[in-house]
């Protein structure tokens, strides 16, 4: 009897499937950047995605009355708004309230660009936002006619909502640390010469050998010093295919035993694994920068000392004409106008998005550098022993034989891999389940580490193995089994699965 498991899905051009496990990394286009260099101009440094969020819908509610009495919107629409005792205050009060209380973070995050002598997008905002606060307040205690409560309000409520937008795309992509971090066991079985001890990975240390039980994930870098298993390194490798580990094979921390167990003598811990090199790479694209957010920070610092001499001479030429209202009013306008809507908002949030699109699909960019050149890519040459895979093995073919039905062979089979927590077991058993088959009971249920997996099913002794397996039972493959596996199967990478029952 045979199963055929392939140990990848199946790829279709054009397709792209990716597993949770499964990482690619997109090569450095230029010399990669230190995360802290980039984190030390992070114009959102110290906020909270729930903060913008809060701010954003609290400012959205004070807004809408703002807009809805503001005399200028009332004639645009034609309507008039109901009055009441102080009605006429009412964009004054919430407009202000708008301005303190949504606009502040604005405000702080242009004095730390200004502390560093480098004006910035949060420096525009915060120029617009405060010379229409300034001269609408000053409207109000009629110094002159220019009421743009309307205009701060939703102004700064419209900056809020993209900026919270551009946080929770951050977040999410900040996420794939989290998911990484995840790999690793809480604990790990350090053996001592007292017997099996159960510790925090912090206490462990180089030399220190560790138990790795069946489907328990390994705890530190290390070398096997006794034991047989199969370990799933998809989260290394991307192959979904068990690798055969026993003493003097290294294993790396985050990945898999099954079949077996293993005693392993930790090499790194900590920061020095494998696993925590890739979370920097992680951590270092999410600091960085494309060019394309460069030349907006640039063109921000530009614009803004464009706007402040413009802003100047604007009023300086009406206040020489003798008008002092139109000065204050034109200026105001000037101001107001180059804050960059746009600008601040486009840019940040596409390449955030599109990082944040790329880690929830297993894609981790090491440079957003590389992913803003990636558009003049013409080839894309992957570098792989295999097909490209979605991380986990999938049944795909079945074919019996000497007799048998392919509903018998699979019903054996998963009787006897139900009890197994070996990545293949569970693919056969997954895919028994989607063809509908019911598996039979089976007892006495033994794992045979490197060869396979042993069961009693309805008085019956039955064998699920590999090549190896059928060496040791001395069975020989039937000539039109042995003939398709040569030739492998054209979709993904077989893995021949033989029975043996005996009565």
């Known amino acids: 009897m045979h199963l055929q498991v392939e140990a990848d899905a199946d790829m279709n051009p054009g397709q792209t499937h990716h597993h949770a496990e499964h990482t690619m990394h997109v090569a450095h286009a230029v010399p990669p950047k230190t995360a ?283 206040r020489l004409a003798g008008d002092s209202a139109h000065a204050v009013t034109r200026t105001a306008t000037v101001l107001i106008i180059a804050c960059p809507h746009a600008l601040g908002l486009a840019i940040p949030l596409v390449i955030a998005i599109s990082t944040s699109l790329g880690a929830q699909n297993g894609l981790l960019v090491k440079d957003r550098l590389a992913l803003e050149r990636a558009r003049d890519l013409d080839v894309v040459i992957f570098d792989k022993t295999g097909t490209l895979t979605r991380g986990a093995p999938t049944l795909s073919a079945v074919a019996a034989v000497s007799g048998a039905s392919e509903e018998e062979v699979l019903k054996l089979a998963a009787s006897v891999e139900a009890d197994s927590e070996h990545p293949l077991a569970k693919a056969i058993v997954r895919g028994v389940n989607r063809r509908g088959a019911n598996p039979l009971q089976g007892r006495n249920f033994e794992a045979m580490p490197g060869s396979g997996a042993h069961a009693n099913v309805n008085g019956q002794s039955v064998f699920v193995g590999g090549p190896h397996l059928l060496s040791e039972l001395k069975v020989v493959l039937p000539s039109e089994l042995e003939k398709q596996q040569r030739s492998g199967h054209p979709r993904g990478r077989p893995c021949f699965m033989s029975l043996r029952t005996d009565g």
């Open 36 to 318: 802290a260099a980039h984190m030390g101009h992070d114009r959102h440094a110290g906020h909270s995605v729930a903060m913008f969020r809060d701010k954003f819908w609290l400012t959205l509610i004070l807004t809408l009355p703002v807009v809805a009495w503001s005399e200028e919107v009332q004639h645009w629409f034609g309507y008039t708004a109901p009055t009441f005792p102080a009605s006429q205050y009412i964009p004054a009060f919430l407009g202000t309230i708008v301005f303190l209380y949504g606009g502040s973070v604005f405000i702080h995050g242009a004095w730390g660009e200004l502390a560093d002598r480098r004006p910035g997008m949060m420096t525009l905002i915060s120029l617009g936002i405060v010379v229409a606060f300034t001269a609408s307040l000053a409207a109000t205690f009629g110094f002159f006619e220019i009421d743009v409560w309307w205009e701060v309000a939703t102004l700064i409520t419209i900056m809020l909502l993209g900026h919270w937008l551009e946080m929770k795309a951050i977040a999410q992509a900040r996420g794939a640390l989290d998911a990484l971090a995840a790999l690793l066991p809480d604990s790990a079985e350090r053996i001592t010469e007292s017997g099996v001890e159960k510790v925090p990975l912090a206490e462990l240390r180089v030399g220190d050998v560790v138990l790795v039980r069946p489907g328990a994930r390994v705890p530190a870098d290390g070398k096997v010093i006794e034991g047989t298993a199969e370990v799933d390194e998809s989260l290394i490798t991307g192959e979904s295919r068990g690798i055969s580990k026993g003493p003097g094979t290294t294993v790396v921390a985050g990945t898999v035993a099954a079949g077996g167990s293993l005693r392993v003598r930790v090499s790194a811990v900590g920061e020095e694994t494998a696993l925590s090199g890739i979370m920097r790479l992680v951590a270092a694209a999410q600091a960085s920068g494309s060019r394309a957010q460069a030349l907006a920070d640039r063109a921000a610092a530009l614009l803004f000392y464009v706007a402040l001499a413009s802003g100047v001479l604007t009023f300086g030429y009406w």
